[in-house]
């Protein structure tokens, strides 16, 4: 994040500085905090650090699949964190799903959204291998594997 905003002191084009100081974020809980936190860079003192900053705000942009943010909390803290957010600037897609990640930025739903730095913090799946494979998985869908030997062993080279 912080060589965007170095790049972006250089940056040859206006447009160009501007998809280097857009930060977008897929998010579950903890994209709601980096959001935050990247939202608080003003306050920070970070401005005496890059003159660009001072002629143009980066633009965060929070991208969620689901109609809330926060879903595991009541629905009214996840509306205090939305208000918040948008309070500081960030700008909340709710209801919209990432079909596309590419050099250009991101495809949300059928809006192209043109930046440099994309941050996943929505979480992982795990593969189906346990499926494909018939095998026992936990409850994250990773499969599970038995410890045949506590010593393990390996050839010596000579």
């Not at 002629?55 to 009214?76: D, H, N, T, W």
């Not at 043109?114 to 936990?138: I, Q, Y």
Request: proline fraction near 5%.
């Amino acid at each position: 994040m912080l060589e965007a905003f170095e790049h972006a002191e250089v940056a040859a084009s206006e447009t160009e500085r501007r998809r280097l100081l857009s930060f977008v974020i897929v998010v579950r809980s903890t994209g709601v905090e980096l959001a935050g936190a990247i939202a608080s860079l003003p306050a920070s003192g970070w401005r005496r650090i890059f003159a660009i900053s001072i002629q143009l705000r980066p633009e965060i942009i929070l991208v969620q699949a689901g109609p809330r943010l926060l879903p595991a909390f009541p629905e009214s803290l996840s509306e205090v964190a939305r208000r918040s957010l948008a309070d500081t600037g960030v700008n909340v897609f709710l209801d919209s799903k990432v079909r596309l990640i590419d050099a250009d930025g991101v495809l949300v739903n059928d809006r192209r959204i043109h930046s440099r730095t994309v941050l996943w913090a929505a979480g992982v799946a795990a593969s189906p291998a346990a499926k494909w494979l018939n095998a026992e998985a936990d409850k994250a869908g990773r499969v599970k594997f038995k410890l045949i030997s506590p010593f393990l062993t390996c050839p010596t080279s000579t």
